[in-house]
């Protein structure tokens, strides 16, 4: 019914052994990609039940995927999962999960409510972002930009009720392979960090890309941009990057899909 890929870079298998766990419990997933993008091969998730690919470098967070991701498409499997190595979840999520897809036919790209492990909940629907939306989140004190940080996260929604968001989180999507085949894979320039926007932006204009509250996941957020100066570069970079394809200032789509949910959610 689904594969799973999930990217490593240096990870023990005990940081995602019970993620793994889960996905071996559950009765619609079908292979298991482990993408290693690591300086030297990770032995430990060499392992039954687990398709291990060496990439023998760094090659990115999206490029790594695609790798799995057209294997998915090559074999005719209807969905596929993205997930991060420190997510947590009950084997049962997934199946609930693609049975609302199966329910619901124009849905290409479904996420769950993400908590962190306190159990509070992570604001990870998003409004397509501006330049200012990223720039104030980053360089800025929370006290300064928390009215505008709290319209961009939706906030005011909720995160109670299934809903249509035009950016979900990278970090847990369950893609329908249909939709992936229309709007293309992760865009390989992109290293790390806006690949996710990019890409529910554009299954969004085929098939709506969903907020899932009824199951959750937890997920147990490093945020590593905020800890490396490196990181901080690589981040800012790709956004450079991605606001160069999507638009600076003049994006006609986002103004038009960001105004009516701010006006449906009373942003």
């Known amino acids: 019914m689904l594969n799973v890929s999930i990217v490593i870079y240096k990870h023990l298998f005990g940081e995602t052994e019970l993620l793994i766990r889960s996905l071996l419990e559950s009765d619609v997933v079908d292979k298991i990609y482990i993408i290693d993008n690591s300086p030297v091969p990770a032995v430990d998730f060499k392992r039954e039940g687990l398709t291990y690919v060496f990439t023998g470098k760094n090659i990115g967070y999206g490029a790594a995927h695609n790798i799995a991701l057209r294997k998915t498409i090559a074999a005719g499997i209807p969905y596929h999962l993205v997930v991060n190595p420190d997510i947590t979840m009950d084997a049962q999520v997934l ?8 329910q619901n036919k124009d ?6 409510k ?3 492990p306190s159990g509070e909940t992570q604001y990870l629907c998003k409004l397509i972002p501006t330049p200012l939306d990223l720039i104030f989140r980053r360089f800025f004190p929370q006290k300064w930009t928390s009215k505008s940080m709290n319209r961009f996260e939706m906030r005011n929604s909720g995160y109670d009720k299934i ?9 847990f999507m369950l893609l329908r392979t249909e939709a992936l085949k229309k709007a293309g894979l992760f865009d390989e320039r992109f290293f790390l960090y806006p690949e996710d926007i990019d890409l529910t932006r554009r ?9 899932y509250p009824l199951v959750s996941v937890v997920h147990h957020h490093a945020q590593s941009s905020y800890k490396s100066f490196y990181m901080m570069l690589v ?3 790709n956004l450079i990057r991605y606001f160069n394809k999507w638009g600076w200032i003049f994006d006609k789509k986002r103004k038009k899909i960001n ?4 006006k449906q959610f009373n942003l």
């Open 95 to 102: 199946k609930k999960m693609v049975v609302y897809l199966e």
């Open 235 to 237: 981040h800012s970079w």
């Open 203 to 211: 299954i969004g204009t085929y098939y709506k890309t969903v907020f």
């Open 163 to 171: 809903m249509e968001v035009p950016y979900l989180s990278g970090c």
């Open 107 to 112: 849905i290409g790209h479904l996420m769950p």
């Open 114 to 116: 993400v908590v962190y």
């Open 259 to 262: 105004q009516q949910l701010i």
